[in-house]
């Protein structure tokens, strides 16, 4: 099924434990991105990599790290979760990075955090 | 710094037309987005606009002002099921997405 998969669905996490949120797409888009969406704010750019071996920095990185050893996973990871991390997590995939082409992003079905 | 301003809440009638608006401030512009976002679900694509002008899809249509930094989304003839968010993101000089809180809009029958 081609698309955009995200895991877990939810979460509950103990303030100070390490969580890796996991994204896989296989669409064989260049660019992917960690978003994260909060009540009455926008989606908020975590981390994004352009293509596979390269990772960037967005509008959040704080408390949270990238990798992206291959096309299809970007895995976001949480070192040592805070209360504030608390939020719905997307992942998205466009084919290309430079979306001056209209190049759409298309979101996975998204992570639900709750960090006590 | 980059803003997009929408309005937080809007509400219309089944068969009716609404239009939403959302102004932008970005560092350099690459594209205007709308998306659609039901309850508990994913951001979904709904148009792109880079240039001046109407761009028109199906009972969807959005607009877009370069010099103004004004865009508008147009729904015509509306459904129950176009009940949901709609989330209006700028794509700045770095071709990152800006995003706007989102307009809920509530149908009523």
């Known amino acids: 099924i081609a698309g955009i998969t995200q895991a877990p669905t939810s979460q509950i996490l103990a303030a100070g434990r390490r969580m890796t949120l996991r994204c896989t797409q296989d669409m064989r888009h260049n660019a992917m991105y960690w978003y994260r969406q909060d009540l009455g704010l926008g989606l908020r750019l975590i981390h994004y990599s352009n293509t596979a071996g390269t990772t960037g920095k967005g509008e959040v990185p704080d408390g949270y790290s990238v990798s992206r050893a291959n096309t299809d996973d970007f895995p976001l990871t949480l070192a040592s979760a805070v209360p504030s991390q608390t939020s719905v997590y997307f992942c998205?995939?466009?084919?290309?990075?430079?979306?001056?082409?209209?190049?759409?992003?298309?979101f996975g079905p998204g992570t639900r955090l709750t960090v006590l | 710094g980059q803003n997009i301003d929408q309005p937080t809440e809007m509400t219309a009638t089944e068969g009716a037309i609404v239009q939403i608006n959302c102004t932008y401030q970005t560092s350099g512009f690459n594209g205007l987005f709308w998306y659609q976002q039901h309850a508990g679900e994913a951001p979904t694509f709904l148009s792109y606009?880079?240039l001046d002008g109407l761009e028109e899809k199906g009972r969807f249509s959005s607009f877009l002002s370069r010099s103004k930094g004004y865009s508008y989304l147009l729904l015509k003839e509306l459904q129950m099921k176009d009940s949901a968010s709609y989330l209006c993101a700028a794509m700045d000089s770095n071709y990152q997405l800006i995003w706007g809180a989102g307009t809920k809009l509530i149908i009523k029958p």
């Open positions: 998205a995939s466009s084919s290309d990075a430079a979306g001056g082409h209209g190049d759409e992003q298309f």
């Open positions: 606009n880079v």
